[in-house]
C-alpha cells in the first residue's frame, strides 16, 4: 500500500510541477501580449547590468523570472553570473518622471526624444549598488519554484 500512495504521490507532483510550467508560460505571453499588442509608441526599454566585487547573486531553479508590476514600470531580472544581473524594464517615462520635474520640461525632453526617430535600449552599469543585489536576491527567493543557488556558503545579502 505504501508504494501505491508513493507512486500517486509522485505522478500528482509531476502533474503539479507540469501546470505551474504551463501558468508560468500563459503569465510571460499575457504580460507579452500587453505589452506589445498596442503598439505603445510611449513604451521604453532600460536595461541595468549590475556587477559585484565580492557580493554573490542568487540562481533561482526556475531559469527565468516572472515579469515584475514595480509601481510604474514591469521588469524583468536574470542572473548572468555570480557576481552579476541584468534587470530590463519596460516603462513610459512620463510617468516614471511625474513629479520630479515639471510638466512642461518632461514633454519638451520626451518630444526631443521621440525626434530621434530610432527606438533604442538605455543600458546603465551599476557597480556595488547594495540596494538592487538585495531586491535581486528577495525577487529570486520569492519566484523559485523550490530553492535557489549560491556560490557562497554565507553573508547572502537580501537587504540593503
Same mark, same amino acid.
Given at each position: 500500500?505504501?508504494?501505491?500512495?508513493?507512486?500517486?504521490? &509522485?505522478?500528482?507532483?509531476?502533474?503539479?510541477?507540469?501546470?505551474?510550467?504551463?501558468?508560468?508560460?500563459?503569465?510571460?505571453?499575457?504580460?507579452?501580449?500587453?505589452?506589445?499588442?498596442?503598439?505603445?509608441?510611449?513604451?521604453?526599454?532600460?536595461?541595468?547590468?549590475?556587477?559585484?566585487?565580492?557580493?554573490?547573486?542568487?540562481?533561482?531553479?526556475?531559469?527565468?523570472?516572472?515579469?515584475?508590476?514595480?509601481?510604474?514600470?514591469?521588469?524583468?531580472?536574470?542572473?548572468?553570473? &555570480?557576481?552579476?544581473?541584468?534587470?530590463?524594464?519596460?516603462?513610459?517615462? &512620463?510617468?516614471?518622471?511625474?513629479?520630479?520635474?515639471?510638466?512642461?520640461?518632461?514633454?519638451? &525632453?520626451?518630444?526631443?526624444?521621440?525626434?530621434?526617430?530610432?527606438?533604442?535600449?538605455?543600458?546603465?552599469?551599476?557597480?556595488?549598488?547594495?540596494?538592487?543585489?538585495?531586491?535581486?536576491?528577495?525577487?529570486?527567493?520569492?519566484?523559485?519554484?523550490?530553492?535557489?543557488?549560491?556560490?557562497?556558503?554565507?553573508?547572502?545579502?537580501?537587504?540593503?
Amino acid at each position: 500500500m505504501a508504494s501505491i500512495l508513493a507512486a500517486q504521490s &509522485a505522478e500528482m507532483r509531476t502533474k503539479g510541477a507540469a501546470l505551474i510550467q504551463q501558468a508560468d508560460r500563459l503569465l510571460c505571453e499575457s504580460w507579452n501580449e500587453k505589452m506589445w499588442s498596442d503598439g505603445d509608441p510611449k513604451t521604453r526599454v532600460a536595461a541595468f547590468v549590475c556587477e559585484y566585487d565580492s557580493e554573490r547573486c542568487l540562481l533561482s531553479d526556475r531559469g527565468f523570472s516572472q515579469p515584475i508590476e514595480d509601481g510604474p514600470h514591469m521588469a524583468f531580472s536574470f542572473n548572468l553570473c &555570480a557576481t552579476a544581473f541584468v534587470d530590463y524594464i519596460f516603462a513610459d517615462p &512620463a510617468t516614471l518622471l511625474q513629479g520630479k520635474a515639471s510638466p512642461e520640461f518632461i514633454a519638451r &525632453a520626451l518630444a526631443d526624444r521621440e525626434r530621434l526617430g530610432q527606438k533604442q535600449v538605455d543600458v546603465t552599469f551599476r557597480r556595488n549598488d547594495l540596494e538592487m543585489l538585495a531586491r535581486f536576491n528577495r525577487r529570486a527567493v520569492e519566484q523559485c519554484y523550490r530553492r535557489v543557488y549560491c556560490s557562497a556558503k554565507d553573508g547572502l545579502r537580501l537587504r540593503a
